[in-house]
């Protein structure tokens, strides 16, 4: 790993894996970006148009990238209507919120039933892994977890049957997975009263002492556990339970390690929201074992009203701007034709058989001297005549880009991020999604400014776009922002940008 990925990795909180190298042409009022596009085989699954809706969908990817710096699809997203807007009537990513809006959010009408729970009343989930430990007395034990509301199947953290890619163990050395955490994931979509949540956790084992481990084929199942069914293998907090005193195996960490950040220490007892829950899994032995320490798993679920990211700022107000926020009419639940998790991820990754990569480039231009850059393509169309050739006779459209680039961060210097995408585009700043245009509809715009993120002055930040064209129609794309990236991205040498 180079020493750029290396600082890009800590300024994401994640090793990244990088899918394009940022270069900057040195130029008056005008840089060059480096991208990677990937064009897919006519026999990817997600690129044959099946499924594929004209509509702003959100959710489709995770809010956090995983551990190699990529997107993670959840298999679930909802139709954007109208989508939020902010006090500038700027289209921005649902919802940023203020210091009151989070109590004013909350889901507290719901029952559980064993550990199942059933909510009264429309509502959006936030789930987050506060710790994983399980060890087999050799190796530790990779963890995958999944979600299941009302019927639908939902990965927030990769695919539930990938050990290795999916990994969630404290300790990933068994799979050689880097540990990005913390998982902490918003579904970008609202739940219908009546609906069941049911969280299920997985623990592996070797399928032979043999194995590596590396692969995911190199494992089979050890445990499976869920909230639905009434598992004693899974143990229920609520606010004001007792704090758990059990201990971990093998010098492990005790329950109360992993939850410490919801104790009230003068009582000894859980200091949760009346709209969180909390799952212990024993996903090593049985529960009435002496070797159960329910510490395998530990996972948080928080109910609202409306989704919310949770690492943008909640103040009311931010650089003398209101933080108000008028909200969006949702559609109904919409996949986009994606078929699984593991397809999803060849998205933004070379995957022999499946995509062919090559480097272009893209060029912003600041022609009116006005200091805000801009790339703009009506009809974005890189690679016709190239890789897997032509879909429709005139243009390859099949095809995703990916590029990346830091900057360093001035307080209240109203810096922001714009995009227009017809087809579906993403941004990632630090790891944290915070432009979510999924979906092939035209006149898809959406705006980040940096002033509301929780970025420190002086301190460098990650930027990462990642956009997919998979309609059969023209797909224009423009990217206009005040952003400039670091001195140390930049290159002296000049790229042909593929599009000015």
């Not at 050739?389 to 095809?399: K, T, Y």
């Not at 990346?404 to 630090?430: H, K, M, P, Q, R």
């Not at 005040?482 to 593929?498: E, V």
Request: aromatic content about 10%; glycine content about 8%.
């Amino acid at each position: 790993m180079n020493a750029r990925t290396n600082r890009l990795a800590r300024y994401a909180g994640t090793a990244l894996a990088v899918c394009s190298l940022a270069s900057v042409s040195v130029a008056s009022g005008a840089f060059t970006l480096r991208t990677t596009v990937r064009d897919f085989s006519p026999s990817h699954p997600d690129f044959q148009g099946t499924g594929v809706t004209g509509e702003h969908v959100a959710g489709l990817f995770g809010s956090t990238l995983d551990a190699s710096g990529l997107p993670v699809a959840t298999l679930a997203g909802t139709e954007i209507v109208n989508p939020w807007s902010d006090a500038q009537g700027n289209s921005v990513m649902a919802p940023f919120g203020n210091s009151d809006m989070g109590s004013a959010l909350e889901i507290t009408d719901f029952a559980i039933d064993n550990g199942e729970v059933t909510v009264n009343s429309d509502f959006a989930v936030n789930v987050k892994i506060l710790g994983s430990a399980i060890y087999s007395g050799s190796y530790h034990r990779p963890t995958t977890v999944r979600l299941e509301i009302g019927g639908q199947t939902i990965d927030p953290f990769g695919d539930y049957n990938a050990p290795v890619t999916t990994n969630l163990n404290d300790d990933p050395s068994a799979t050689g997975k880097t540990h990005a955490g913390p998982y902490d994931y918003t579904i970008n979509q609202i739940f219908p009263a009546g609906s069941t949540l049911n969280v299920t956790g997985r623990s592996w084992k070797k399928k032979s002492s043999a194995y590596s481990g590396l692969n995911n084929s190199h494992w089979e199942t050890r445990r499976v556990a869920d909230t639905e069914s009434g598992s004693q293998q899974v143990f229920v907090l609520r606010d004001g339970d007792p704090v758990p005193n059990i201990q971990g195996v093998y010098n492990q960490a005790s329950v109360e390690d992993f939850v410490e950040d919801y104790v009230d220490y003068d009582n000894n007892v859980m200091d949760l929201a009346d709209n969180e829950v909390i799952y212990l899994y024993e996903l090593g032995t049985t529960y009435n074992s002496s070797s159960a320490d329910f510490q395998d798993l530990v996972v948080l679920v928080s109910l609202s009203s409306e989704p919310v990211a949770p690492a943008l700022s909640t103040d009311p107000m931010v650089c003398g701007s209101s933080m108000t926020y008028t909200p969006p009419t949702f559609g109904s639940a919409d996949t986009q034709g994606m078929t699984s998790a593991s397809n999803a991820a060849s998205w933004f990754a070379d995957a022999p058989g499946m995509n062919a990569s090559a480097n272009r480039s893209i060029r912003f231009n600041d022609d009116d001297g006005d200091s805000v850059y801009e790339f703009n393509a009506p009809d974005f169309t890189p690679i016709d005549s190239q890789l897997y050739g032509n879909d429709d006779g005139n243009h390859n459209r099949s095809f995703t880009m990916s590029t990346e680039f830091t900057a360093t961060y001035t307080a209240c210097a109203g810096n922001f991020l714009e995009l227009a995408s017809d087809a579906g585009a993403w941004v990632y700043i630090n790891g944290q999604l915070v432009i979510d245009l999924g979906g092939e509809a035209s006149g898809k715009t959406q705006r980040i400014d940096l002033d509301r993120l929780s970025l420190t002055d002086g301190d460098s930040y990650s930027v990462q776009m990642f956009y997919a064209q998979r309609g059969t129609g023209s797909s224009g794309l423009t990217i206009r922002t005040n952003i400039s990236p670091d001195p140390q991205d930049l290159s002296a040498a000049s790229l042909n940008a593929f599009y000015d």
